[in-house]
């Protein structure tokens, strides 16, 4: 039964106490219809616990505002949304993600994430294309969504809010995938499901990379929030260099720093006995933090982002299918994803606002459990990119059936 207003409630008290279910939650679509953003169409989810996000269909169903009773999660960038027909995904060098860069989630792939690079384009079995040029963290997440359906589901007492949609990143002569999407969350939770499928819907032997972007700022990030996770090893720094000269380590935030360089780590996180990998972002003060899990077995790599300049403050927690060495590495060490016809990979992962300071004691107990973070906020990177598991492999790799 839905737990709301302090009792839990049968479908049957709802229907008596109001005459539409719209009264406590639900799924709404609409458009958006003024600047950049005008024309996208989105999914408002709420769910009557004070947890209200929204799905920008035209932006690869990515979840974009994420708030709970009035504080905001995720993060809003100077960029904002941008109608995808307003987007030039080959500009700035392969940069310009960066003028559509906003939100909670950020999808990325479905055949190279990371920084722009060239790869060789041999599988496509086209004379005229011998390379392809990749853009930062690939091509998908400006690509508009098919919408399937959408709306609220009961299950006895059970009321599921729910919408699903399909993905096409397609050439002629290049890949040809489709991201199935569904994004789930009960009336009456404080949790939000994403369920995806990445299918080869061609006929050649394609690379497929994939990692979650999840955002998250003010007023979950501010000085003094923490970053919990289980982690075995600091693998990687893209800062090493300058490991402590912002004087900032991988786990606790600064107040927002004018002209502070981002910082990336890569992290090698153990999972729990159901291969869950569960890290988090907690604000002692308000009492709320946002907790993230994602299956070791799909997306093995962790990096956290530290983008803690004025103007642009966020902290990204990022599960991937490959590690930060990049897409040529991958192939190089034999750890690229090859999905052939047909073929798919699946993924999920659990996003969970934890509210109050018993909800965040819970979380980082259990995360502890798993796994003793370092205590030093420097550790020192071992550089140990651990082998990882080619497609033939993975048995989250199948064939899809006719």
């Keep these: 039964m839905p737990d709301l207003f302090g009792r839990s409630l049968s479908r049957r008290d709802l229907a008596a106490h109001a005459g539409s279910l719209s009264a406590y939650g639900g799924v709404r679509l609409y458009t958006l219809s003024d600047g950049t953003e005008r024309g996208v169409r989105m999914l408002e989810f709420r769910t009557g616990t004070g947890l209200r996000f929204t799905v920008a269909l035209d932006r690869a169903m990515d979840i974009v505002e994420v708030e709970h009773k009035g504080r905001s999660i995720g993060w809003h960038s100077p960029a904002g949304l941008r109608h995808p027909g307003l987007h030039e995904t080959e500009g ?7 003028r559509s860069f906003t ?4 999808t990325c792939g479905l055949d190279h994430i990371l920084g722009p690079e060239e790869v060789q384009a041999d599988s496509y079995n086209y004379p005229g294309k011998r390379t392809v040029r ?3 963290h690939g091509r998908l997440t400006t690509i508009p969504a098919r919408l399937t359906g959408y709306g609220e589901r009961w299950e006895g007492d059970r009321c ?3 919408a699903e949609g399909i993905v096409r990143q397609s050439a002629v002569f290049g890949e040809n995938l489709h991201l199935h999407r569904r994004i789930e969350a009960d009336l009456g939770g404080d949790e939000i499901r994403l369920i995806d499928r990445v299918v080869n819907e061609g006929f050649l032997r394609t690379p497929h990379m ?13 000085e003094g929030s923490r970053y919990l996770a289980p982690i075995r090893d600091v693998v990687w720094a893209a800062h090493a260099a300058r490991y402590r000269d912002q004087r900032v380590g991988y786990r606790t935030a600064p107040a927002p720093t004018l002209d502070f360089v981002e910082q990336v780590w890569q992290h090698e996180m153990a999972a729990d006995r159901a291969g869950e990998v569960p890290v988090a972002l907690v604000n002692d003060r308000l009492g709320l933090g946002i907790e993230v899990a994602t299956r070791k077995d799909q997306l093995p790599c962790a990096y956290q982002w530290q983008n803690f300049q004025a103007g642009s403050y966020a902290l990204g927690i990022e599960p991937s299918t490959h590690h930060v060495l990049g897409d040529n590495a991958a192939r190089e060490r034999g750890e690229m994803i090859w999905l052939g016809p047909q073929e798919a990979r699946d993924y999920q992962a659990r996003f969970r606002v934890l509210d109050g300071r018993d909800a965040i004691a ?5 995360i502890k459990a798993i796994a003793a973070q370092p205590d030093d906020d420097f ?3 071992s550089g140990r990119f ?12 199948e064939e899809v059936p006719s």
């Design 92 to 98: 700035e060098q392969g940069l310009a993600f960066a």
């Design 160 to 162: 599921i809010l729910w």
């Design 103 to 106: 939100g909670f989630l950020v």
């Design 362 to 366: 819970a979380a980082e107990s259990r």
């Design 134 to 136: 990749h853009v930062l």
């Design 386 to 397: 651990l082998p990882l598991r080619s497609t033939t492999e993975d048995r989250t790799t």
């Design 379 to 381: 550790p020192e990177p």
């Design 210 to 222: 994939f990692f979650y972007h999840v955002n998250l700022g003010h007023p979950v990030l501010e």
